[in-house]
């Protein structure tokens, strides 16, 4: 399977000159993200300085990553393009829309059934255009991108947050919405406000139970879900180096719960072994030309607070693992304050299901690691208290984990191997479980834990924490239960000690794999026919939304204002709903549906101001939109973290919502709220939040001079008759501004292909 030698060499061969050119410009030594930066910045652009932060700047990406989930919104967008073939190498992966249930074989049989309308599109419209088309079963996206087309060096957008992953390997990796990627892959520039930058230097040499996850699961605590906003996360160090490549993926991973922009590492030994050990040697041979670009200047590491915006040191040596959550993946636990965390939060303390794998954590590596604590299950005598599943990332590492006997020995602790595939990691898990309405408590080695995520149940405590430590507490079955310090009682009756993780960081034998699941388009696809069923309720070719009527927007009525955490699993919610990502009008049925609603504190029910009465939130949306009537959200703070499905902001938009204002956005979702045409602002002052009443009628003024950095004007009309009104700012652009005009980023590039 191709993966670009003659790219990646063209974008070696004007490393030197285009680093040399942003020394000229920067005057000062570069950090690595710096480098990368600018050496993919769209011609005409590299003279320029760039202010972090500040300045908008068009890049040009080397690849485009598309996960199933959301290439079927950006693949419909991409066909109205009228394009004959990508711009740039582009893949599609096919992971999110296999439920577990049973196990991995029976479950892919169920997909390859259920999905089947959506498989066929996605592989079609592949085959027509020149993407390489990753069946079901294949992997999960990041983990196949990891080994095969990540390199050192590279620049590449992917449709899903967790696209940073690849940063382990060295490339700046950056998830954005299908409208971004229909761009790229249309051969036009991609924007980013040039980010800041986090430096993160790591000393020491991790040891016994703490693993990479528990840097990441640290630096969360630190920064929280809104610290990385704006920022790539660089980091550099002693301790770096001695983590494997993998385990820098997982770093990189769960950046995106930070709100980074991405994440990354430099090219080292640990990264050459890996390329070499996945068969691309040839890349590690082109990056070991050009080394001294792929890594940061001596000068910057030696005194990082000069060239950095933030820098925190960890030093690995003494790094505590950790336990994160339930709700938000930033509340971190050192593991040895969890347990009365636990008591003294009245969290249920017993451990129903212990789950592995996803993409954040499913190397070799990491499963060596956990069935070394599975195996001392087995051979000490203890019988798992909780229940137990495996989704190992791809089928490369499936392949070889079997062959090496892991499943076998997660199996004999009592473990399921699910499909290679997100699964329950996005609620795509038909749990067992009796009473949704019981508190209880799961853990996972997943990077995120909002509510209701993993099994559509509120109730659900879920903690997220490394792979050898999900499953010695799943062996336990406890949550309060310490494997550094406590015994287990064993089916003899005897307290027994876990000894420490032990595992490998690459296949002594090598990877091996027989089918990798990857299928490669047709050379000239001019004459494939994409398969869509004009009927189905799965699949709906998009009509254009409406351009800007020219005037300011008058008489929006409230539709909801959402309290406290409003992330896009709360906005368009995953799980049940994935099957309708290909169909705007069926999808937009979940919009808000888990947000709270400031005025009840209910979800899922907000005043109809027509009626007065109250009822679900996309219905309400429908009826104002039936009587012809526009609405705007009201959100509190980080509104849309988390995923990159560009849902989030199309369901509003197709519902007839015209602004969402909010305390503050997360990245990624306030890109696709431009990109739709849509109107995302904040509050110049936090407090004007609490002006918004519930029966409000409300006006956006300032528009037909809507221009960058300039305030437009938010008119609250109250139903006592009172009238008030204050300054939301915008941080659109002017092209920002051009896609608001015409209703949208796509009306634009439809209009130039028209011209
Ligand atoms: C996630 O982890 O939330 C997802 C599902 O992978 C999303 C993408 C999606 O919503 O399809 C993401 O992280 O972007
Ligand atoms: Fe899939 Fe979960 Fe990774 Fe998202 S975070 S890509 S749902 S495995």
Redesign the pocket.
Same mark, same amino acid.
């Given at each position: 399977m191709a993966f670009d030698l003659d790219m990646i060499k063209k974008v070696y061969d004007n490393y030197g000159i285009r680093i040399k050119a942003a020394r000229n410009v920067v005057n000062k030594p570069l950090t690595l993200t710096e480098k990368i930066l600018y050496a993919h910045l769209w011609e005409g652009n590299a003279s320029q300085a760039q202010e972090r932060g500040v300045t908008y700047v068009d890049f040009a990406p080397d690849r485009v990553a598309m996960?199933?989930?959301?290439a079927q919104m950006a693949l419909l967008q991409f066909m109205q393009a009228g394009r004959p073939t990508v711009a740039v190498p582009s893949t599609v992966h096919c992971d999110?829309l296999i439920q577990a249930k049973v196990g991995a074989d029976e479950d892919l049989v169920t997909a390859n059934t259920q999905n089947k309308e959506v498989y066929d599109f996605l592989a079609s419209v592949s085959n027509k255009y020149g993407i390489g088309f990753w069946k079901p079963g294949a992997g999960i996206?990041h983990q196949v991108v990891l080994e095969n087309y990540a390199f050192p060096g590279g620049m590449m957008i992917g449709?899903?947050?967790?696209?940073p992953n690849a940063g382990g390997l060295g490339m700046i990796a950056i998830?954005v919405g299908g409208a971004d990627a229909c761009d790229v892959m249309a051969g036009l520039a991609w924007e980013l406000k040039f980010p800041k930058l986090i430096g993160v230097k790591l000393s020491g040499k991790l040891s016994g139970w703490a693993s990479a996850k528990d840097v990441i699961l640290k630096v969360a605590g630190i920064l929280t879900v809104k610290g990385g906003t704006g920022h790539i996360v660089e980091y550099f160090g002693e301790g770096a180096k001695s983590l494997s490549a993998t385990g820098k993926g997982t770093i990189c991973n769960m950046g995106?719960e930070i709100g980074a922009t991405t994440s990354i590492f430099g090219y080292d030994e640990k990264i050459a072994i890996y390329l070499k050990g996945t068969g691309r040697e040839e890349i590690a041979n082109l990056a070991d030309a050009v080394k001294e670009h792929l890594t940061g200047d001596e000068e910057v590491y030696a005194n990082p607070q000069a060239y950095f915006d933030q820098v925190i040191e960890i030093d690995l040596s003494t790094l505590e693992p950790h336990v994160n959550g339930p709700f938000t993946p930033d509340m971190a636990w050192p593991l040895s304050q969890f347990a009365t965390a636990v008591r003294e939060n009245g969290w249920p303390q017993t451990l129903e299901v212990g789950l592995i794998g996803s993409?954040t954590n499913s190397s070799y590596e990491d499963i060596s690691r956990a069935a070394s604590i599975a195996k001392q299950a087995v051979d000490k005598h203890l019988v798992a208290k909780a229940e137990f599943t495996i989704t190992p990332g791809s089928e490369l590492v499936r392949y070889t984990v079997e062959r090496d006997g892991y499943l076998n020995t997660f199996e004999s602790m009592g473990g399921v191997v699910l499909a290679n595939a997100?699964g329950p990691?996005?609620g795509q898990w038909a749990r067992h479980s009796t009473d949704p309405t019981r508190k209880n408590s799961i853990i996972t080695s997943?990077? @995120?834990n909002f509510k209701s995520?993993n099994d559509g149940n509120p109730n659900t405590h879920a903690f997220v924490a490394s792979p050898e430590v999900v499953t010695a507490l799943t062996i336990a079955g406890d949550l309060g239960f310490n494997p550094m310090t406590d015994t287990l009682t064993n089916s003899n009756g005897e307290q027994v000690k876990l000894d420490e993780p032990q595992g490998l960081e690459m296949p002594v034998k090598g990877f091996a794999v027989e089918d990798a699941g990857y299928q490669a388009p047709a050379e000239d696809g001019s004459a494939v026919n994409v398969l869509v069923d004009l009927k189905s309720a799965r699949l709906q070719l998009l009509e254009p939304f409406k351009a800007w009527e020219g005037s300011d927007i008058k008489g929006l009525k409230l539709l909801i204002k959402a309290k406290g955490k409003c992330t896009?699993?709360h906005i368009?919610m995953?799980g049940p709903w994935?099957k309708f @990502?290909g169909h705007l009008d069926n999808i937009s049925n979940n919009m808000l549906i888990g947000a709270t609603n400031f005025f009840n504190e209910k979800t899922d029910n907000v005043k109809n101001q027509l009626n007065g009465e109250y009822g679900a939130v996309p219905a309400t949306a429908r009826a104002y939109k039936a009587a012809g009537i526009g609405s705007i959200v009201v959100g509190d703070e980080n509104y849309g973290e988390?995923?990159?499905?560009e849902?989030?902001a199309m369901e509003p938009r197709h519902l007839g919502v015209r602004a969402i204002l909010v305390k503050s956005f997360a990245r990624?979702h306030e890109t696709n709220l431009k990109k739709q045409g849509m109107l995302g602002l904040t509050f110049s002052d936090a407090n004007d939040y609490d002006r918004i009443l519930e029966n409000d009628t409300i006006d956006i003024t300032g528009l037909n001079d809507f221009s960058p950095g300039k305030p437009l004007t938010i008119v609250l009309h109250h139903a006592d008759g009172n009238t008030e009104s204050f300054h939301v700012n915008h941080t659109y652009n002017q092209q920002q501004i051009e896609w608001f005009k015409a209703g949208g980023a796509l009306n634009i590039i439809r209009m130039g292909q028209k011209a």
């Open positions: 996960q199933d989930a959301t999110h996206i449709t899903d947050s967790h696209t998830g995106a993409c997100c990691c996005i997943f990077n @995120r995520r896009t699993d368009s995953a994935l @990502r988390g995923s990159s499905r849902h989030a990624i």
